[in-house]
T-cell receptor
C-alpha cells in the first residue's frame, strides 16, 4: 500500500526557518497536505499542493514538491514558539475528498 | 471555513461498556465521513469510511462488530466502540467530505480512556 514517511523530530531556534520533509511512495498521489496538530487537539489544515505544482507559498509557509523523487517539504519562515507542534504530511489520490494516508508526524520544537 | 464537531471531546469509561462518539458537519452536508484513530505519539490510521445511507467500509484489521458506524443523515455519523477495553484507549478523529466542494474537514477529536 501507500507509504508516507517523515523524520520524527526537528528542533530550531525562534526566528530561524524550519524545514520539515516528507517522502511518499504512491505515484498516483494527486493532493498532498500539511496538517498541524497541537497537544491534545485535532488537525489543522495548513496548506495543500496539487501534484502538478512544484511550489506553493502562503505567508510564512512554503511547500515544495519534487514529484520525480516523491519528496514534499514544508518550510516555515521566521519560526515562532507558537509553531511548536506535530506536523503531518498526508496524501490522497483521485479527488481531494478521498481518504488520506498520513505520515508519522514530525515534532517541531522551537526554542526561544 | 466549514466546521466539523465531535462529541464528546473526552470520555472515560469502564472496561466492558460501550461508548458512542458523534461527528457532525455543522454548516455543510457530507455523504462521506472518515473515522481515524491515533495512538499516542503515532500517526493517524484510517479505520473506516462512513457512507450516508449505506454500510461503512472498514479498513483491514478493523473489527466492524466492535466499531459500529452509523451514518444516518447527511450531517451526522456515529462511531460506537462496543465492549470497550483498555487497548481501545485512543484519540479518535473524524473528517467529513463536503458534498458541494468535495473538500475534507477534520473534527477536533475525541479522547477515549478505558479503565
Amino acid at each position: 500500500g501507500e507509504d508516507v514517511e517523515q523524520s520524527l523530530f526537528l528542533s530550531v531556534r525562534e526566528g530561524d526557518s524550519s524545514v520539515i520533509n516528507c517522502t511518499y511512495t504512491d505515484s498516483s498521489s494527486t493532493y498532498l497536505y500539511w496538517y498541524k496538530q497541537e497537544p491534545g487537539a485535532g488537525l489543522q489544515l495548513l496548506t495543500y499542493i496539487f501534484s502538478n505544482m512544484d511550489m506553493k507559498q502562503d505567508q510564512r509557509l512554503t511547500v515544495l514538491l519534487n514529484k520525480k523523487d516523491k519528496h514534499l517539504s514544508l518550510r516555515i519562515a521566521d519560526t515562532q514558539t507558537g509553531d511548536s507542534a506535530i506536523y503531518f504530511c498526508a496524501e490522497t489520490e483521485g479527488n481531494a475528498g478521498n481518504m488520506l494516508t498520513f505520515g508519522g508526524g514530525t515534532r517541531l520544537m522551537v526554542k526561544p | 471555513g466549514a466546521v466539523v464537531s465531535q462529541h464528546p471531546s473526552r470520555v472515560i469509561c469502564k472496561s466492558g461498556t460501550s461508548v458512542k462518539i458523534e461527528c457532525r458537519s455543522l454548516d455543510f452536508q457530507a455523504t462521506t465521513m472518515f473515522w481515524y484513530r491515533q495512538f499516542p505519539k503515532q500517526s493517524l490510521m484510517l479505520m473506516a469510511t462512513s457512507n450516508e445511507g449505506s454500510k461503512a467500509t472498514y479498513e483491514q484489521g478493523v473489527e466492524k462488530d466492535k466499531f459500529l458506524i452509523n451514518h444516518a443523515s447527511l450531517t451526522l455519523s456515529t462511531l460506537t466502540v462496543t465492549s470497550a477495553h483498555p487497548e481501545d484507549s485512543s484519540f479518535y478523529i473524524c473528517s467529513a467530505r463536503d458534498l458541494a466542494t468535495n473538500e475534507q474537514f477534520f473534527g477536533p477529536g475525541t479522547r477515549l480512556t478505558v479503565l
